[in-house]
């Protein structure tokens, strides 16, 4: 499935291109040069999507709880001190 939202991105930005250099001409492809304010925000945010589909569909997404377990394991003292951290610092702020 990754490979498929990987070829749609790659797809829109091709497209991209073509609209980028298309002629200006009023008749043909030239035609989506006049809005172009919303053609290249919504060109670029379906090439965005397409690419981050594609990075999502890459991850295994079965281990995500065990690796984050094991992370957290690991990071105990570090998160133990960032949360003594932010009580003395809220407790600085309100008084």
Not at 13 to 32: C, E, I
Not at 77 to 84: G, Q, T, V
Request: a positive charge; charged letters at 10%.
């Amino acid at each position: 499935m990754h490979r498929l939202f990987g070829l749609l991105a790659v797809m829109a930005a091709g497209l991209g291109v073509y609209v980028l250099f298309a002629d200006t001409a009023p008749s043909g492809p030239g035609k989506a040069l006049d809005n172009a304010p919303v053609a290249y925000s919504v060109w670029a945010l379906g090439l965005l999507m397409g690419l981050t589909l594609a990075w999502l569909a890459s991850i295994n997404w079965s281990t995500v709880p065990a690796r984050a377990v094991s992370w957290a394991r690991l990071q105990r003292r570090r998160l133990w001190l960032a949360l003594l951290g932010g009580i003395c610092a809220g407790i600085l702020v309100l008084f």
